[in-house]
DNA sequence: CAGTATCCGATGCGATACTG
DNA sequence: CAGTATCGCATCGGATACTG
């Protein structure tokens, strides 16, 4: 563990959660996830071993509680008081990323997985089309094969992600590369400009198309990175 | 630097400021620091090769502008506003700690010449007896022989600290353990209570004595740090 | 004072493999 | 699925010495 050997307490916090990959899991907690194997999804090139580590670290200093239901059940690590209480903190780390990194993606940092999985996390279920059951192919050609196509289904209020064909009636087809879609999400592009450029094609029922980008949601700092790039140019 | 790879901006945040020693670098900009050695002393452990390397960094990603008034002069840094717009995480940082971090300070964590820099600083002078010339020794018997002995003057509204004698009459002797000031400055430990177990020994005109609790300050997170050992038990 | 250059050692952490 | 164990490299950063 860090120390900075200071009693300023900015450093035996920053002690606490400025470690590597720390305040990543935490974000990850924040949005919901509570078994390993979700917390890792949020912060897949991190190793298995580590975030074990940190996760026991975390809870050592009582931000995460460990709990296991019944014996054998697997783990789920929550957020105690301390731990929600620095909700406000990444908040505000991740609106200053929005508002001042200024450079463009870059390559390595868009990854098909976490961004589909943020998508499924941020579905905006109160304005989806009630009593249907959608299901949304997004297809993005310049993935690696493994990760090409994805399905989103979203039935009764529940969202699920699947890798695998569900086999069903598609509502709707999207195809992007992943760049322009992760844009759209993180507010660095508009997503209707994006459409006319082409660079987003929705095969499908007009309104579902319509309607497709008032369900999806945005990233929580695409207001702020939108108005950032605003304001400069 | 450090890489995440994700396009999140808490991620992309983290890679600028959430890097070893940085939130410290700029928690003492954000005090006013903007001389190299004057900012070393707010991170003593530090190395100054590092901080070097870091206010480089700072620099490059738009956080710090290096200013050099006259070619020749010495630089100085500077937040810019992205710098100036940290304050927010960095402070509530600091609240968090002080509220969360229930751990007694460690032995390795006290350093009086950091407490005194930071008590220099902060000192109230709205507050201290105008038309004087205030001049306050420190003493503490436990401190290595370099730090054992440091004066405090307060004239005209300026603060200086100094390590030598500047062979005046002294207005208050104050003799303290390391841990007993650094606790009252933190909020772990009420002023008058200390005073009362004779853990600290104040010598002079009552008046100035009684005043003095007034003038010096406590650290930022104080407060916080008090009510969250009070509401403890 | 205000840093830079260099060296070298600790350790953080990634990769891989393995277990219940 | 939910992790643990082990290995080995890279790099971070501390110490020291040096410069204008």
């Known amino acids: 563990m860090i120390d900075y050997g200071q009693f ?16 990543l899991v935490v974000r990850e907690m924040l949005c919901g996830s509570t078994r390993f194997n979700d917390i890792h999804r949020g912060v897949p090139r991190m190793s298995t071993s580590l975030l074990a580590q940190r996760l026991r670290k975390l809870e050592e200093v009582g931000v995460v509680k460990r709990v296991t239901a019944t014996p054998g059940a697997p783990a789920e690590y929550h957020l105690t008081g301390a731990g929600e209480e620095l909700r406000p903190i990444v908040m505000a780390l991740g609106h200053w990323g929005a508002r001042w990194i200024g450079s463009r993606l870059r390559r390595g940092q868009l990854d098909v997985g976490f961004l589909m999985w943020d998508i499924r996390r941020f579905v905006q279920l109160d304005a989806v089309p009630r009593r249907r059951r959608i299901v949304v192919q997004f297809r993005f050609p310049d993935a690696r094969d493994a990760e090409r196509c994805w399905w989103l289904v979203i039935d009764d209020g529940s969202v699920d992600l699947c890798r695998d064909d569900p086999g069903e009636e598609l509502t709707l087809v999207v195809e992007s590369s992943v760049l322009a879609l992760t844009e759209i999400w993180t507010g660095d592009r508009d997503a209707a400009a994006t459409v006319q450029a082409r660079e987003v094609r929705i095969t499908g029922a007009a309104r579902d198309a319509r309607d497709f980008w008032r369900w999806l949601g945005r990233s929580a700092f695409a207001g702020t990175r939108e108005q950032a790039l605003a304001t400069k140019a």
Chains 1, 2 share one sequence.
């Open 8 to 23: 300023c307490t900015v450093a035996r916090g920053a002690e606490v959660i400025g470690e590597r990959w720390t305040p």
